[in-house]
């Protein structure tokens, strides 16, 4: 047990870092039909354990039914290349309101003008919970178009400014 505690705080302090897997500074409106508007943003952290980068996403649901999602992320492997492209995989702690908890791999591949993401991460939402994210991000400079799926809506369309 007192092994198992150290592993489990680094995990989660490693966490303090869904699409992208590199955090990037945004603030933007998504809508996800049935379920409405969405206020979304992220930003860069201000401290980096070790030089790993991290970030936080936020997503507010605008509606009667509140639905909150914190993404904390960390960048642990920035400059992969695949197939002459380049990827980033990290390390994501997401945490939901209604209370729910998850905690997986965040991988990114940028693609010309743009950048495809996924997330899958195990954890507790009412139960045992498996939660997934895809998104592809095209970039307009300084906006970026965002469309998405996952566990909470079948589609999300977002529309963000960088900076």
Not at 23 to 48: I, M, R
Not at 123 to 137: D, K, M, N, P, V
């Amino acid at each position: 047990m007192k092994r198992l505690i150290p592993f489990t705080f680094l995990a989660l302090s490693l966490a303090l870092a869904q699409a992208p897997a590199y955090p990037e500074n945004t603030l933007g409106l998504g809508y996800a039909p049935g379920k409405g508007l969405y206020l979304q943003g992220g930003a860069l952290l201000p401290f980096s354990p070790l030089g790993i980068d991290t970030g936080l996403d936020l997503q507010v649901l605008l509606s009667q039914n509140p639905e909150v999602l914190a993404f904390f992320k960390a960048n642990l492997f920035p400059g992969l290349v695949l197939a002459d492209l380049y990827a980033s995989v990290g390390l994501g702690l997401d945490l939901r309101y209604p209370f729910g908890v998850h905690l997986g791999p965040v991988v990114s591949l940028e693609v010309p003008g743009g950048a495809l993401s996924a997330y899958g991460g195990l954890g507790y939402q009412g139960g045992f919970h498996l939660a997934w994210g895809a998104g592809f991000r095209l970039y307009l400079e300084p906006l970026a178009l965002e469309v998405s799926a996952s566990d909470r809506y079948p589609f999300l369309l977002s529309l963000l400014y960088l900076w």
